[in-house]
């Protein structure tokens, strides 16, 4: 009798003892997959981040750089070399915006500017351009040839004719200027006394399309024309 009376007794013990293993064994699963879980949402959260980070950045390029631009054409001052050529030593932002840019030389020769340029396929304008879009010409690659009311009638149409000519060249008057004759390429510009000066070819063939050209190769046409 002693036997069947603790035999019962063992069995439960046995099975309770399995059952808490068991528990605890289910404890530690679920600690397992809690702890997974946590690591996935918290990666997800952080791919997610950064995706959208990213996406923000990408799709919001032209907006959020037009909206950091400084308005500003940029900060440095003119060196002068031994032929004249007055080369920009300083930043010259590239940043796109859509409001008037004060710039630190005039004519400009690069700086922040409007997304769309000037057509500068030989134009010839006879009304003053907006800097903001001539400045895109330059970075282009464009020489823009400008004068006041005091250069001659001849320089003018001399000039005129030769911008004519050349693709990635543009003309305008421009009352601003120190200098009745004046060529701008990006970073560079130089002041000539007539349409004959050597230095006028020196600046077409060293410029147009030259070495300084920030965007090479890129359209003329397809701009605005004022």
Not at 73 to 93: E, I, N
Not at 128 to 134: F, Q
Not at 174 to 183: D, G, H, M, T, V
Request: glycine fraction near 10%; include cysteine; hydrophobic fraction near 35%.
């Amino acid at each position: 009798m002693g036997t069947d009376q603790h035999t019962p007794a063992s069995s439960r013990a046995a099975r309770i003892e399995e059952m808490r293993r068991a528990e605890r064994a289910r404890a530690r699963r679920n600690r397992v997959l809690a702890v997974a879980a946590s690591v996935v949402v918290v990666a997800g959260l952080v791919v997610g981040g950064v995706a959208l980070v990213r996406s923000q950045s990408d799709s919001g390029t032209d907006k959020d750089t037009a909206a950091s631009g400084d308005g500003k054409g940029g900060s440095g001052h003119f060196t002068t070399g031994a032929d004249g050529v007055r080369t920009w030593s300083g930043k010259l932002s590239r940043t796109h915006v859509s409001t008037k840019v004060t710039y630190p030389m005039h004519p400009p020769v690069g700086g922040n500017h409007n997304p769309v340029w000037l057509n500068c396929n030989g134009d010839v304008y006879k009304e003053p351009v907006r800097d903001e879009n001539a400045v895109h010409a330059l970075e282009h690659g464009a020489v823009w040839v400008t004068y006041t009311d005091r250069a001659k009638k001849a320089d003018v149409d001399a000039l005129a004719a030769k911008v004519k000519r050349t693709p990635y060249s543009l003309m305008s008057p421009y009352a601003e200027q120190n200098a009745p004759l004046i060529l701008s390429a990006w970073g560079h510009q130089v002041s000539v006394k007539s349409a004959s000066d050597p230095e006028v070819d020196r600046f077409f063939a060293a410029y147009v399309q030259g070495k300084q050209t920030p965007e090479l190769g890129a359209s003329c046409t397809g701009g605005v024309m004022k």
